[in-house]
């Protein structure tokens, strides 16, 4: 029952009102109606019904039909997993799908609690949803593929499953084996919730992941960030030297806020380990910086797991919760530094990052890690390293869910000083907050989120809860905005942890909220917080993303890997919605200048061949490359350049404002194979960079011409890869498989990387060496760089681990 108080002058019997109704996972609802007399005033009593959306339903109806499958709300725990958040249902948004999960699990899920995860996915791929709880010693998974309301799966996902519990498990889950398993296995063991959500942002966990926090601790200890550096309001910490294929490179990413599109990180395949990263720490006050090249060495860890647990084989899902351990306890342990050299000058950070003097104009192209490069700098010397100690703090949930209650009424004492009352669901009232990415004395912030909730009912679901990206080492901070029309009334406040008080600030810490008075739809706007910000940079990412999944939808056995050329914000659009991920090896920034990147069709500055986007067939190992070029649309002077563009995302081009159109087209096109997108992947060949060689390929091939030329192989079993985990195999880390078929990787994720394989017997160990790559020419190929310590980078095609499942077989990630 909801009452309905207020004050109209002139009122007769003849008054016509209408009412408008809302509710999250309705359609709205307009109803017309006229008041009756009641002696002093008039009033009426309606009783109107609602209509859920599909979306809504589906999320609510999944959610029951596994509840009476697992009984969780009797005891009050359970893990969610789902595509919702990035998969489309019925052609629209899902934010309501995440709605029906939470209010059918009335409290017992909740994003605060960390039980809810969205696997990161593209609007192409099916609606899926996997909840497991725990039984005893055991976990159950009730798994509901592409939105049916059958389960394709009940029964153990528990790292002790026997081996036909596991075959039964792959032939039902294919490639979502490994990432449900992994998840559902580390949420199991208490792995902290914001890393949880980074693995659903890669795609699973894994030693990569792992190690990729760990390396982020040893940083912090080291090397702790001074100061932030870079454009204007795309300051980071550091910059971030990867290499795509190493998981690890999606923790910096998402962990450190260091993301492509604040030109934060780059990387492509420079060097055969994709376990080495470099990071660049920045003194804008003497002008110089420090680098820091760190790797994790797979082979030296699989050895200590053995000698510490006597297992004398290795199951992933057993090593990801040995590490997890190291992890909490002594990070160090798991991650070694290779170098630390202090007296880094601007023009080497030019030279190895790209150079963009002012935005949409590079003038120096980013030669990525070249460890050819870095170590026969003489100016360079040992940099000193702080010791820093770090203690944990001793918040619960409950405390941490209070600091989030004390904040919304905060903001409700902020607003009523100025003579506004905020209201519970208020549609109009989004909160903007750091909480989720920054740590409080090194604790995950996530039940903030449920406190706010408490209090304003505002949640991501909504879209009135917006967790904006920050680095774990950044302010928890809020922005209260109030939307009225175009108008905007914002209150700004951070948490002091010192004194666990609030203090208020003279302005906004954020300025998503430019976007919020234009309902932008869901996908993008999760874009623009992992972004952090909105901007014209950024704006693109939406519309070149719809052309690519217009004119280049990936099949069955196809998935999409992006390669930016023309480095700037709308990357991070493009990196979210394609669903792409440098830890994967499925992206990859090489940024080159605004001059290799101009045609004569489009202007200079933002406009031109941006990047290419590669269809890849893991079943024929052939592809499609296509370079993507990006014109800007025109608008009149003076127009709201958001509100416009974001008219352009729902297809409308009727605004009077609109000059011209955007323009998205292909300068080229071509048919692949493995050699040639190894090439790709590494920038190109010595005399000539991607996009020049994208041009040199034959036009006139066909798909028969590609499967003759794929280096005499079959397509049935291992054909070795690139480097970096091209399909075919990789060279980094534990192999994905070999052509005997004898252990094989958690398929499907990073382009080769990971390749269905039958599982290994259970009576034995089986022996399996790393093949060597085919590899494709590489621009700044590493050829005497030997690290002081032999031992600090994992030699490659040198060894031989024993992998196998006694008792439980799991998948292996081979790039981690």
Same mark, same amino acid.
């Given at each position: 029952?909801?009452?309905?108080?207020?004050?109209?002058?002139?009122?007769?019997?003849?008054?016509?009102?209408?009412?408008?109704?809302?509710?999250?996972?309705?359609?709205?609802?307009?109803?017309?109606?006229?008041?009756?007399?009641?002696?002093?005033?008039?009033?009426?009593?309606?009783?109107?019904?609602?209509?859920?959306?599909?979306?809504?339903?589906?999320?609510?109806?999944?959610?029951?039909?596994?509840?009476?499958?697992?009984?969780?709300?009797?005891?009050?725990?359970?893990?969610?997993?789902?595509?919702?958040?990035?998969?489309?249902?019925?052609?629209?948004?899902?934010?309501?799908?995440?709605?029906?999960?939470?209010?059918?699990?009335?409290?017992?899920?909740?994003?605060?609690?960390?039980?809810?995860?969205?696997?990161?996915?593209?609007?192409?791929?099916?609606?899926?949803?996997?909840?497991?709880?725990?039984?005893?010693?055991?976990?159950?998974?009730?798994?509901?593929?592409?939105?049916?309301?059958?389960?394709?799966?009940?029964?153990?996902?528990?790292?002790?499953?026997?081996?036909?519990?596991?075959?039964?498990?792959?032939?039902?889950?294919? @490639?979502?084996?490994?990432?449900?398993?992994?998840?559902?296995?580390?949420?199991?063991?208490?792995?902290?919730?914001?890393?949880?959500?980074?693995?659903?942002?890669?795609?699973?966990?894994?030693?990569?992941?792992?190690?990729?926090? %760990?390396?982020?601790?040893?940083?912090?200890?080291?090397?702790?960030?001074?100061?932030?550096?870079?454009?204007?309001?795309?300051?980071?910490?550091?910059?971030?030297?990867?290499?795509?294929?190493?998981?690890?490179?999606?923790?910096?990413?998402?962990?450190?806020?260091?993301?492509?599109?604040?030109?934060?990180?780059?990387?492509?395949?420079?060097?055969?380990?994709?376990?080495?990263?470099?990071?660049?720490?920045?003194?804008?006050?003497?002008?110089?910086?420090?680098?820091?090249?760190?790797?994790?060495?797979?082979?030296?860890?699989?050895?200590?797991?053995?000698?510490?647990?006597?297992?004398?084989?290795?199951?992933?899902?057993?090593?990801? %919760?040995?590490?997890?351990?190291?992890?909490?306890?002594?990070?160090?342990?798991?991650?070694?530094?290779?170098?630390?050299?202090?007296?880094?000058?601007?023009?080497?950070?030019?030279?190895?990052?790209?150079?963009?003097?002012?935005?949409?104009?590079?003038?120096?192209?980013?030669?990525?890690?070249?460890?050819?490069?870095?170590?026969?700098?003489?100016?360079?010397?040992?940099?000193?390293?702080?010791?820093?100690?770090?203690?944990?703090?001793?918040?619960?949930?409950?405390?941490?869910?209070?600091?989030?209650?004390? %904040?919304?009424?905060?903001?409700?004492?902020?607003?009523?000083?100025?003579?506004?009352?905020?209201?519970?669901?208020?549609?109009?009232?989004?909160?903007?907050?750091?909480?989720?990415?920054?740590?409080?004395?090194?604790?995950?912030?996530?039940?903030?989120?449920?406190?706010?909730?408490?209090?304003?009912?505002?949640?991501?679901?909504?879209?009135?809860?917006?967790?904006?990206?920050?680095?774990?080492?950044?302010?928890?901070?809020?922005?209260?905005?109030?939307?009225?029309?175009?108008?905007?009334?914002?209150?700004?406040?951070?948490?002091?942890?010192?004194?666990?008080?609030?203090?208020?600030?003279?302005?906004?810490?954020?300025?998503?909220?430019?976007?919020?008075?234009?309902?932008?739809?869901? @996908?993008?706007?999760?874009?623009?917080?992992?972004?952090?910000?909105?901007?014209?940079?950024?704006?693109?990412?939406?519309?070149?993303?719809?052309?690519?999944?217009?004119?280049?939808?990936?099949?069955?056995?196809?998935?999409?890997?992006?390669?930016?050329?023309?480095?700037?914000?709308?990357?991070?659009?493009?990196?979210?919605?394609?669903?792409?991920?440098?830890?994967?090896?499925?992206?990859?920034?090489?940024?080159?200048?605004?001059?290799?990147?101009?045609?004569?069709?489009?202007?200079?500055?933002?406009?031109?061949?941006?990047?290419?986007?590669?269809?890849?067939?893991?079943?024929?190992?052939?592809?499609?490359?296509?370079?993507?070029?990006?014109?800007?649309?025109?608008?009149?002077?003076?127009?709201?350049?958001?509100?416009?563009?974001?008219?352009?995302?729902?297809?409308?081009?009727?605004?009077?404002?609109?000059?011209?159109?955007?323009?998205?087209?292909?300068?080229?096109?071509?048919?692949?194979?493995?050699?040639?997108?190894?090439?790709?992947?590494?920038?190109?060949?010595?005399?000539?960079?991607?996009?020049?060689?994208?041009?040199?390929?034959?036009?006139?091939?066909?798909?028969?011409?590609?499967?003759?030329?794929?280096?005499?192989?079959?397509?049935?079993?291992?054909?070795?890869?690139?480097?970096?985990?091209?399909?075919?195999?990789?060279?980094?880390?534990?192999?994905?498989?070999?052509?005997?078929?004898?252990?094989?990787?958690?398929?499907?994720?990073?382009?080769?990387?990971?390749?269905?394989?039958?599982?290994?017997?259970?009576?034995?160990?089986?022996?399996?060496?790393?093949?060597?790559?085919?590899?494709?020419?590489?621009?700044?190929?590493?050829?005497?760089?030997?690290?002081?310590?032999?031992? %600090?980078?994992?030699?490659?095609?040198?060894?031989?681990?024993?992998?196998?499942?006694?008792?439980?077989?799991?998948?292996?990630?081979?790039?981690?």
């Amino acid at each position: 029952m909801t009452k309905i108080k207020f004050n109209y002058e002139n009122i007769t019997e003849n008054t016509v009102f209408t009412v408008k109704i809302r509710a999250p996972g309705y359609r709205e609802l307009s109803h017309t109606f006229k008041l009756a007399s009641y002696g002093t005033g008039y009033a009426a009593h309606l009783s109107l019904q609602m209509n859920a959306t599909d979306a809504y339903k589906r999320g609510r109806e999944i959610t029951k039909k596994a509840d009476q499958l697992l009984n969780f709300t009797k005891t009050g725990e359970v893990l969610v997993i789902t595509t919702a958040g990035s998969a489309y249902y019925k052609n629209q948004t899902t934010e309501d799908v995440l709605e029906g999960i939470l209010n059918q699990g009335r409290g017992i899920i909740s994003y605060g609690k960390g039980n809810l995860l969205m696997l990161r996915k593209t609007r192409l791929d099916p609606l899926d949803f996997a909840f497991i709880v725990r039984k005893g010693n055991d976990l159950i998974l009730a798994y509901f593929k592409n939105a049916s309301m059958t389960p394709l799966y009940v029964g153990t996902v528990s790292q002790n499953m026997t081996l036909t519990q596991y075959q039964t498990l792959q032939k039902k889950l294919g @490639d979502d084996t490994f990432p449900i398993a992994s998840l559902a296995n580390a949420w199991a063991i208490g792995l902290s919730p914001d890393i949880l959500r980074e693995a659903a942002f890669h795609g699973h966990v894994c030693m990569g992941t792992i190690c990729g926090y %760990a390396m982020i601790e040893t940083l912090l200890k080291y090397y702790p960030a001074t100061n932030e550096f870079g454009l204007p309001l795309e300051g980071v910490s550091y910059q971030v030297i990867g290499v795509p294929g190493g998981s690890d490179d999606d923790v910096f990413i998402y962990a450190m806020d260091a993301t492509p599109g604040k030109r934060a990180y780059v990387g492509f395949n420079t060097t055969e380990d994709t376990n080495i990263v470099g990071f660049i720490r920045w003194n804008s006050k003497t002008k110089t910086g420090t680098l820091i090249i760190m790797a994790y060495n797979l082979q030296e860890l699989i050895k200590k797991y053995k000698q510490e647990t006597y297992e004398t084989a290795v199951s992933e899902l057993k090593f990801n %919760a040995w590490a997890v351990k190291k992890l909490k306890t002594n990070p160090e342990s798991l991650v070694d530094i290779l170098y630390a050299f202090d007296n880094l000058t601007e023009e080497q950070v030019h030279y190895l990052m790209g150079y963009e003097p002012n935005k949409g104009n590079t003038t120096v192209a980013a030669a990525g890690l070249d460890l050819n490069y870095i170590l026969n700098q003489t100016n360079l010397i040992n940099a000193t390293p702080s010791s820093r100690t770090y203690s944990t703090g001793t918040l619960t949930y409950d405390d941490l869910r209070n600091i989030g209650r004390l %904040a919304a009424e905060k903001a409700i004492e902020l607003f009523r000083a100025i003579g506004i009352t905020l209201e519970r669901d208020d549609y109009q009232l989004f909160v903007l907050t750091s909480a989720g990415y920054v740590r409080l004395n090194g604790q995950d912030t996530s039940p903030v989120w449920d406190g706010i909730y408490d209090v304003l009912g505002s949640r991501l679901s909504r879209k009135t809860l917006l967790p904006v990206h920050a680095p774990l080492w950044g302010n928890l901070k809020f922005d209260f905005c109030l939307v009225n029309g175009t108008q905007k009334i914002i209150k700004s406040i951070y948490y002091n942890v010192t004194s666990g008080t609030f203090t208020v600030q003279n302005s906004a810490s954020y300025i998503i909220e430019e976007v919020l008075p234009y309902d932008p739809p869901f @996908d993008v706007l999760m874009g623009w917080l992992f972004h952090n910000h909105v901007c014209g940079g950024s704006s693109p990412g939406y519309l070149i993303a719809d052309y690519i999944f217009n004119n280049y939808p990936k099949g069955e056995n196809e998935k999409y890997i992006y390669v930016t050329t023309l480095d700037n914000c709308k990357d991070d659009i493009l990196f979210m919605l394609l669903g792409v991920s440098a830890g994967q090896g499925t992206y990859a920034n090489q940024r080159l200048t605004s001059e290799e990147t101009t045609l004569e069709t489009t202007g200079g500055g933002m406009n031109g061949m941006v990047g290419y986007i590669i269809v890849w067939d893991e079943k024929t190992n052939t592809g499609r490359v296509a370079i993507i070029t990006w014109q800007s649309p025109r608008f009149v002077p003076g127009s709201n350049s958001y509100e416009e563009y974001i008219r352009l995302y729902k297809h409308d081009c009727s605004s009077p404002n609109l000059v011209s159109l955007p323009t998205v087209s292909t300068a080229a096109e071509r048919l692949i194979n493995r050699e040639e997108l190894g090439i790709l992947l590494a920038g190109g060949t010595g005399s000539m960079n991607a996009l020049q060689y994208i041009f040199s390929i034959p036009a006139n091939r066909t798909l028969a011409d590609l499967v003759q030329v794929d280096n005499g192989g079959s397509h049935d079993g291992n054909q070795g890869g690139v480097p970096g985990g091209v399909p075919g195999g990789s060279t980094g880390g534990v192999p994905s498989g070999s052509s005997h078929g004898a252990t094989g990787g958690h398929a499907g994720y990073s382009p080769g990387e990971d390749i269905s394989a039958t599982p290994a017997s259970v009576s034995a160990a089986s022996e399996v060496s790393e093949e060597s790559s085919v590899e494709g020419k590489r621009v700044y190929e590493v050829k005497n760089a030997t690290p002081p310590v032999a031992t %600090a980078v994992h030699q490659h095609g040198t060894s031989t681990v024993s992998l196998v499942s006694l008792l439980q077989q799991v998948s292996w990630h081979s790039g981690s």
